[in-house]
């Protein structure tokens, strides 16, 4: 028979579906073991002792019986660590928070501890949850600092990066690196001088500095669109999607 351990562990809930009738399969992210599946037995039931702790962005305590040998763990027990109240209270907080989760979700291996990429989620959640102004910030910071963890940090030079005049510059998607009008890096996307100054800036900057930065509405749409290029280019079908089309359609009335 194989062996059986109970871990106990924090984690940050990443989704979750209904399984029969009162049960749910839940994705977590845990401290100790990485991305984990884990079935959730009653958790449907009313008085189900689970409640709001395996609902996505949840940050929790766990505690699992784990078999190597298998691949969905039975989950025991979740309570809250901290809770998110005010990440549930506004829609673009909620949009923000399930687009980083299903990012963790998407590019995370199975088991395969992450304790940077943890902690970035993390602060990054509650940074959420407590800033009221430039959250916008928040989302494309995630994305490049991820790709720092997983091996594909952009290549910021300083030299270059203030070498951008106002004609604007270009950004290198092989290698995130930011260059002036003059070079030639592969696979280039134009942008303007603020664009990829604010890119520089979110690839390399810590996070409250990222929660002071001031965009305006094209330069913000636009440094996202880079970061988004950027990840898709390095991570390609893996790189998820399925929110950011969901957003555009809401806002578009479809």
């Known amino acids: 028979m194989a062996k059986r351990d109970i871990i106990r562990s924090q984690a940050i809930v990443l989704r979750g579906m209904d399984y029969s009738e009162t ?4 994705t977590l992210f845990t401290r100790k073991q990485g991305k984990i599946s884990v079935m959730a037995k009653g958790a449907r039931r009313t008085k189900s002792s689970f409640g709001s702790t395996l609902q996505p962005m949840a940050y929790t305590q766990v505690v699992y019986y784990y078999k190597p040998t298998r691949t969905l763990q039975m989950l025991t027990e979740s309570s809250h660590v901290t809770a998110f109240h005010d990440l549930n209270r506004r829609l673009e907080k909620i949009t923000i928070g399930l687009r980083i989760v299903e990012l963790v979700d998407a590019l995370m291996e199975e088991e395969d501890r992450q304790p ?23 989302w494309p910071f995630v994305q490049l600092r991820i790709a720092r963890a997983l091996g594909v940090a952009p290549s910021i030079d300083r030299e270059n990066v203030e070498a951008v005049t106002d004609a604007g510059g270009i950004l290198s998607l092989a290698n995130g690196g930011v260059y002036p009008r003059t070079a030639r890096p592969s696979h280039a996307r134009t942008a303007s001088r603020a664009a990829l100054r ?9 996070i409250d500095v ?13 440094v996202h669109r880079l970061v988004a290029e950027y990840m898709e280019f390095h991570f390609e079908s893996a790189y998820p999607t399925r929110s950011r089309d969901v957003i555009a359609q809401l806002k578009s009335g479809g």
């Open 23 to 26: 049960s749910r399969i839940v």
């Open 116 to 138: 940077s990429v943890f902690a970035l989620v993390l602060q990054a959640l509650d940074a959420l949850n407590r800033a009221e102004e430039r959250i916008d910030n928040l």
């Open 198 to 206: 604010a890119f520089a800036i979110l690839a390399r900057a810590d």
């Open 210 to 222: 990222i929660l002071r930065m001031d965009l305006d509405e094209q330069t913000r749409a636009r």
